[in-house]
């Protein structure tokens, strides 16, 4: 299994890890297809699909992302996961 692979798998988990970095949130966005841009000035995270025209703004606190932005990505991913 592959590292991508294994990420997916713990970004899928239930319960919802409350311990997924920005930085693999990148890694799995940039899998999928997704434009990943940082925000140093306002430090946030957007994560846009342009084909669905969906953007998800993440606001950075600390080293990990809260549950609500996770459960949006993972819509997100799905909804990717879908239209290919």
Same mark, same amino acid.
């Given at each position: 299994m592959s590292k991508i692979e294994k990420l997916i798998d713990r970004f899928y988990k239930v319960p919802i890890p409350n311990d997924i970095t920005y930085e693999e949130i990148e890694k799995l966005a940039n899998y999928f297809g997704c434009i990943v841009k940082k925000n140093s000035g306002r430090h946030s995270l957007h994560i846009a699909y342009p084909q669905l025209g969906i953007v998800i703004p993440i606001p950075v606190?600390? #080293? +990990?992302? #809260? +549950?609500?932005?996770? &459960?949006?990505? &993972? +819509?997100l991913f799905d909804m990717i996961r879908e239209e290919n």
């Amino acid at each position: 299994m592959s590292k991508i692979e294994k990420l997916i798998d713990r970004f899928y988990k239930v319960p919802i890890p409350n311990d997924i970095t920005y930085e693999e949130i990148e890694k799995l966005a940039n899998y999928f297809g997704c434009i990943v841009k940082k925000n140093s000035g306002r430090h946030s995270l957007h994560i846009a699909y342009p084909q669905l025209g969906i953007v998800i703004p993440i606001p950075v606190h600390g #080293k +990990e992302v #809260k +549950e609500a932005y996770i &459960k949006q990505l &993972k +819509e997100l991913f799905d909804m990717i996961r879908e239209e290919n």
